[in-house]
């Protein structure tokens, strides 16, 4: 693993075989709007260029990514490379190759157990994130919830996260403290929502509380690629792998 200097490690206590990275903007090949290391490639970059960032990273990483046409569904399928499912999540207990999701104000969020032996990564919009996209991840690993860890990664910030009274109703249905997660905003009838509160939120109510991460905002920091901040823009990769 050599990923650039420029990338996320996340900060976790996971196990010594479980590898994890979050790209940036930087260290690629696509031009202005997608600069430069684009890894969505269904954002109108260049075909070649996508071709060429992805080369890089799995050079970068030494795996091999599991990539998914994410729909902001609820779905988790095993991560395989040599196929592009429609998910929004995938899990491996298999070294070396990597669940990946793309994200641009969504939430990444990555989990592993304590043991080494599973890890999955989720693509959680707010879509999916209410339709249970996390759980059905918890579910797809069949680990015990006080085994897994999660780690959260850049996603748009409470300060930028503006949304409907159907966002907020969505999920107080199912939470009911999901209310103190959804400020007034400055709007009439529009809310600003911390998602990183509201996965916590959910993640507990399955009993997973090792929770990491959050409290980067991709809207405000121009490391990471945000549609609300630039509707034509790219996307980072969040990953998780076992290494032997």
Not at 171 to 193: D, I, T
Not at 211 to 229: A, K, P
């Given at each position: 693993m050599n990923p650039s200097s420029d990338w996320l490690l996340p900060d976790w206590p996971a196990p010594a075989n479980v590898r994890a990275c979050v790209t940036t903007r930087v260290g690629g090949t696509s031009l202005p709007p997608f600069d430069s290391l684009n890894l969505g490639d269904h954002v109108e970059d260049g075909a070649q260029a996508v071709a060429d960032n992805r080369r890089l990273l799995v050079e970068r990483l030494g795996c091999q990514p599991a990539w998914l046409k994410q729909v902001h569904s609820?779905?988790?399928?095993?991560?395989?490379?040599?196929?592009?499912?429609?998910?929004?999540?995938?899990?491996?207990?298999?070294?070396?190759?990597?669940?990946c999701v793309l994200t641009a104000d969504c939430l990444p969020a990555l989990f592993c157990d304590r043991a080494g032996t599973r890890v999955a990564a989720v693509h959680a919009g707010w879509r999916g994130l209410a339709n249970g996209v996390l759980e059905n991840t918890l579910d797809a690993m069949a680990v015990e919830p006080a085994d897994i860890l999660v780690w959260l990664g850049p996603a748009i910030g409470p300060?930028?996260?503006?949304v409907g009274p159907e966002v907020r109703e969505a999920?107080?249905?199912?939470?009911?403290?999901?209310?103190?997660?959804?400020?007034?905003?400055?709007?009439?009838?529009?809310?600003?929502?911390?998602?990183?509160?509201?996965?916590?939120?959910?993640?507990?109510?399955?009993?997973?509380?090792?929770?990491?991460?959050?409290?980067?905002?991709?809207?405000?920091?121009?490391?990471?690629?945000?549609?609300?901040?630039?509707?034509?823009?790219?996307?980072?990769a969040s990953l998780v792998w076992l290494v032997d």
């Open positions: 609820p779905d988790v399928v095993a991560a395989d490379p040599a196929q592009v499912p429609i998910a929004d999540a995938s899990w491996s207990s298999a070294p070396g190759i990597a669940c300060q930028a996260f503006e999920f107080l249905a199912q939470h009911a403290e999901a209310a103190q997660v959804f400020l007034p905003s400055r709007n009439a009838g529009k809310y600003m929502a911390d998602i990183y509160a509201l996965a916590r939120i959910r993640l507990a109510a399955r009993g997973v509380t090792a929770v990491y991460g959050g409290g980067l905002c991709t809207v405000n920091d121009e490391r990471f690629f945000s549609y609300r901040r630039a509707a034509r823009t790219g996307r980072f």
